[in-house]
């Protein structure tokens, strides 16, 4: 996991009359900044590079998704976002899975894992945050493909993991297609994990 | 409930010092952005079936966060109580019965007195939809910006319809079936 940068959510101030305070301007002016620059609320993209990750039928397979595009808040951890500031988060993420004439049963899952200091789950918990899935594309030219997203279910904390997981049947024989770049019904873009803070809370 | 007040930004010439009365309606722009309205509801109740002659709107019975009071528990939609561009989304997760029936979702808007479009037809938006698996069933996400901007009273329920007779919502470990909105600008 990268530096825990945390980032401070800041305090409107409150001005009197006649208010000469230095301290009450550079509150607002933290304000603003938080609500207006991306490099400062937690917002982070991060994505798989790299070989192809196949799926074993009827297991969740977590992916690593390894690759950074951006990362205010620190809360990369290799395999997916370790929550660095507390709050309510939104999360989206795609992937496409490699196709299969195999009718297939093919789910893809954005969950939380709950740490030590998430008073709502026993540490270790698993939740669901959001799930797309049904019977897969059975073609042999093109993927099944997924984009949704969801808000977390609680107001996330400190030490709160982000995963995407995908799931298949007995039935299926699929993989996570990289980016290869050369079709655009098949392999056209990696798996790819993006959240951001939307408001404090508890 | 009234709603959140939307803030005013003070206009404060150059020359002019700024008084504590502008200084603390910026202080409220930043306290309404940082607290503005957001609500997520879902259904903890599941067995709700799904019609395949009428469009259905699916029952809401929880809330996780609710910052404008936008969702009454009984009603199965969420009312606006600040005017504003929203996001909308929203997740359904049906049970596996009968393998290959087809959904189809979207979210609506019923418009209340405030609107302009009052005593038009609801708007629909956000279309989704997948196929059912005998055993597994299927789950169905959608969402984006309400496409019309939104007055309080405007009512936004998620509808979904079925090929066939449709199997029942579950509730099960999954992200149960709900929406969420977030309020984007003025």
């Known amino acids: 996991m990268g530096e825990c940068l945390m980032a401070t959510i800041p305090t409107p ?5 006649n208010d000469s ?5 550079i509150a607002l002016a933290n304000c603003v ?4 620059d991306c490099g400062t609320r937690p917002e982070f993209h991060l994505y798989h590079k790299g070989s192809t990750v196949s799926l074993t039928s009827l297991t969740d397979k977590t992916l690593t998704l390894g690759s950074v595009a951006f990362d205010s808040d620190g809360v990369s951890d290799g395999t997916g976002a370790t929550i660095v500031t507390q709050g309510w988060y939104d999360f989206t993420c795609c992937a496409s899975f490699t196709p299969s004439t195999t009718s297939a049963v093919l789910q893809l899952r954005i969950e939380m894992i709950s740490g030590a200091s998430n008073p709502h789950f026993t540490s270790g918990t698993t939740v669901f945050i959001a799930t797309s899935g049904g019977d897969a594309v059975d073609l042999a030219t093109a993927d099944t493909a997924y984009s949704f997203g ?3 279910p609680t107001c996330l904390y400190p030490g709160d993991k982000i995963r995407l997981d995908a799931w298949m049947d007995s039935s299926g024989s ?3 297609n990289d980016n290869v770049n050369t079709s655009f019904m098949v392999g056209r873009y990696p798996p790819t994990l993006t959240g951001y803070f939307v408001c404090p809370g508890t | 409930m009234s709603g959140l007040t939307l803030p005013t930004i003070p206009v404060i010439p150059a020359g002019t010092i700024a008084t504590a009365a502008q200084m603390n309606q910026l202080s409220a722009a930043c306290t309404f952005l940082l607290g503005k309205p957001i609500s997520s509801a879902f259904d903890n109740t599941g067995g709700q079936s799904i019609s395949n002659t009428t469009s259905t709107i699916l029952q809401l019975s929880g809330s996780r966060v609710d910052t404008d009071g936008m969702f009454s528990s009984g009603n199965n939609f969420f009312t606006v109580n600040t005017m504003g561009w929203y996001r909308y989304r ?11 029936t087809c959904y189809v979702s979207w979210g609506a808007v019923g418009f209340g007195s405030n609107s302009p479009y009052f005593g038009t037809s609801s708007m629909q938006f956000a279309q989704s939809g997948a196929q059912q698996d005998g055993i597994f069933g299927c789950n169905i996400t959608g969402g984006g910006l309400v496409p019309v901007l939104l007055y309080p009273g405007d009512e936004v329920f998620l509808r979904c319809k079925a090929s066939a007779t449709g199997a029942a919502l579950v509730t099960s470990s999954l992200p149960p079936t709900g929406a969420m909105m977030e309020w984007v600008s003025a």
């Open chain 2, 90 to 100: 929203y997740q359904i997760n049906v049970g596996g019965t009968t393998s290959g």
């Open chain 1, 174 to 176: 699929f993989s996570v």
């Open chain 1, 13 to 17: 101030p409150t001005f009197a009359s």
């Open chain 1, 150 to 152: 969801g808000l977390s």
């Open chain 1, 33 to 36: 900044t938080f609500l207006s």
């Open chain 1, 21 to 25: 305070s230095m301290d009450n301007l």
